[in-house]
């Protein structure tokens, strides 16, 4: 489709533009390896990616990465996913995360490192040096219980001070670091972390969410017994609790050892020196959803995540040393580990465990007042609940030092980006990023020195070589296909676990386009570089034999104020695919024949016929995976009699039984 004449929301000032990182970054590349760097972004990005050897180099120098960086930028493999970034370099994540070696400057050690916010409004608040001390006794503590290097420690955490201490402890000695957040079930939890085999558990006693009062640790018992390799188990919070569990297993030994979190924070403290690692160092395995199956376990090197998201963060985002970095997250997300990575670059990190609801919708807007955040991130739906909420936070607290708002998970409305400009504040840079769990980061995000263009993802990360394919592989412009990356970047996951040949990872990326990534969005490219994303491949629509992205149904449908939400999906009836359309109501509200009218007309009007659903019901929810995002296959397998394959994967698998219902009734209506 043809993409509409682009309208300006925002724009930077002629003052912000040279004082941005971006800009400096630019004249750093110009002046050390690239005189003739030309003067725009897209100058920038072109030499990001013919150049990139240099390129990577000048993001670790420039982002001060205090790690060994050896000669060699890359060392090209048998295909694009087996080359070695930086194969000689060596480096710590944690070391850079700490900034160990600043611990000796009073006014660092005592900048404020994390502000981890409760639900119930307990702040606990940790300096640099506090979380250096920390991260030193528990890695000491791991190294006490037996774990070395690249020996697997479980979280089921919520986001807070303890679980980013234990990530950092993790990859402080070598080992690999993997987390859920407390509202995973018990067999979403072992179908991750059984894959993995870990030694260590973390785990905390209970949390609050919603003012519910959630113990993870009642699970942990069932949970242990399917984790035989796990031998201590780590608590946080809780009193009484000091028993051991049964593994109920005969090949291992019959008891976990367990301990209170205080006793590894006040563990005897061995010298802790910081040995540096290999670039590809496993990190942390993260998970995809696992809705067709079992969840593949993603692994992530530590070299690739540190230079990608110390990359993200001070360019794309314009971070730096003192601001306020805060995103609405679970440790189940890929988005908790990039908030993190915040720490990297000087900033301080906001977590705040709980609902963003608990206390209305200015509960977060709270937060963001009383610790000055200069960045926020939340997910577009929260955002859109806010809009039909009518709430405005600029209007109840004072957002002086916001700079950017973020947006991931899914795709942000343009309805939604004039509701950002008119109800947090017209100066602020709104950054809507896409990437995932694949790749820890983005492929399209943000840019402090161009314009926002309402509903567009403002450019293509630097150093990732983002297309959008047709079905014949060729790139095109204004026109729908798949979002692809033609070239390596470091953090392309080091390989899937228990994957020695590879051939789930290349299956996974690299079968759709040989030698490309193919990441699985159906996106779009406009002539002025922004992008727009449609919703995930596989669930595009095919009606007539014309691809239709879900998103472009949404944007339309969730504008409509009686609607909370939506998820459109095909029926396929005599060889074509007819489209659905289930919305859920807002409380109090129908689903009226006017407002099914209104809808159909709309999408005509704005779309095109094709777009207008065949049937349209409202549903009492709409499926989620256990990182909140909506599942469309989930509601496609029900209507179509199919098994979904893995319903544990989803947070609420008790919804689908209205869409097999609604199915029944179609066709007993037929």
């Known amino acids: 489709m043809e993409s509409p004449a682009p309208k300006f929301l925002w724009r930077p000032s002629e003052s912000a533009i040279p004082q941005a990182n971006i800009t400096r970054f630019a004249s750093f590349f110009r002046e050390t390896f690239l005189s003739d760097l030309g003067p725009d972004y897209e100058s920038l990005h072109a030499a990001s990616i013919s150049h990139a050897g240099d390129f990577w180099k000048a993001i670790w120098k420039f982002c001060e990465v205090e790690g060994d960086m050896g000669e060699a930028a890359f060392s090209p493999g048998t295909r694009v996913f087996n080359g070695k970034w930086f ?32 639900e119930s409004g307990e702040r606990t608040l940790l300096t640099r040096k506090q979380l250096f001390d920390k991260v030193c006794h528990v ?3 791991l190294k006490s219980q037996g774990v070395g290097h690249g020996d697997r420690v479980v979280a089921v955490m919520p986001n807070n001070t303890e679980a980013v201490i234990g990530l950092l402890a993790t990859a402080a000695i070598g080992a690999i670091w993997s987390s859920c957040s407390p509202d995973f079930g018990e067999d979403a939890i072992c179908d991750r972390f059984g894959q993995i085999e870990p030694v260590v558990m973390l785990t905390a006693a209970e949390c609050i969410y919603n003012g519910k009062t959630i113990r993870p640790i009642g699970k942990v018992h069932q949970i242990l017994s399917r984790l035989p390799t ?7 919070g809780g009193s009484g609790l000091n028993v051991a569990y049964s593994n109920n297993t005969a090949s291992v030994k019959p008891f976990v050892t367990q301990y209170h979190w205080s006793d590894a924070c006040e563990h005897p403290l061995d010298v802790l020196a910081f040995e540096r690692f290999s670039f590809d160092q496993p990190l942390c395995v993260v998970y995809s959803s696992g809705t067709t199956g079992v969840p593949k376990c993603i692994v992530h090197g530590a070299g690739g995540t540190l230079l990608q998201h110390k990359k993200e963060h001070m360019l794309h985002c314009d971070l730096k040393s003192g601001d306020t970095l805060f995103y609405y997250t679970t440790t189940g997300w890929m988005m908790w580990n990039w908030l993190v990575s915040g720490l990297a670059s000087q900033a301080t990190i906001v977590l705040f465990d709980g609902s963003p609801f608990a ?7 709270k937060i963001a007042e009383a610790e000055s955040i200069t960045h926020f991130g939340a997910s577009p739906r929260y955002y859109t609940t806010l809009q039909k909420d009518g709430y405005e936070p600029s209007k109840n607290v004072s957002v002086h030092a916001l700079r950017c708002v973020l947006s991931t998970g899914s795709p942000l409305l343009p309805e939604t980006f004039d509701w950002i400009y008119q109800a947090i504040g017209s100066s602020i840079c709104v950054s809507s990023i896409s990437g995932g769990t694949d790749i820890l980061s983005c492929f399209v995000l943000g840019n402090p020195t161009l314009p ?22 060729t790139s095109v412009l204004d026109e729908p296909g798949e979002l692809v990356c033609t070239s390596a970047f470091p953090s392309m996951p080091v390989g899937f676990w228990n994957d020695p040949n590879n051939e789930k990872y290349s299956a996974a990326y690299f079968e759709r386009f040989d030698g ?14 922004g992008f727009q994303i449609f919703g995930r491949s596989d669930a595009t629509l095919n009606p007539s034999g014309v691809r239709i992205g879900t998103a472009e149904i949404y944007q339309q449908v969730e504008v409509f104020p009686e609607i909370t939400e939506c998820l459109a999906t095909v029926l396929r009836s005599d060889g074509d695919e007819q489209i659905v359309l289930f919305v859920k109501m807002q409380s109090g509200q129908t689903l009226t024949r006017e407002l099914k009218s209104s809808i159909r007309l709309r999408l005509k009007e704005r779309c095109s016929p094709r777009h207008v659903p065949r049937h349209i019901a409202a ?19 029900a209507i179509s009699g199919k098994d979904l394959g893995n319903a544990g994967a989803l947070a609420n698998p008790e919804c ?15």
Do not use: Y
């Open 656 to 670: 689908l039984s209205f869409f097999a219902n609604w199915k029944a009734e179609q066709s007993s209506s037929n």
């Open 452 to 473: 926002v263009v309402r509903g567009q993802i403002q450019c293509k990360g630097l150093g990732m070589d983002v297309h959008v394919f047709n079905d014949q592989g």
């Open 230 to 236: 796990v031998k201590t188990l780590l608590v946080v």
């Open 516 to 529: 490309v990534w193919c990441h699985g969005d159906w996106a779009q490219q406009s002539a002025n570089g």
């Open 619 to 637: 549903a009492p929810d709409l499926p989620r995976t256990i990182s909140g995002k909506i599942s469309e296959i989930a509601v496609r397998s």
């Open 139 to 141: 890695a000491t503590f």
């Open 87 to 118: 194969p000689d370099a060596r480096l710590n994540f944690a070391e850079e995360l700490l900034h160990a070696e600043r611990m000796t400057d009073p006014m660092f050690a005592d900048s404020v490192a994390i502000v981890g916010i409760s």
């Open 359 to 365: 206390q209305g919708s200015e509960t977060l807007w």
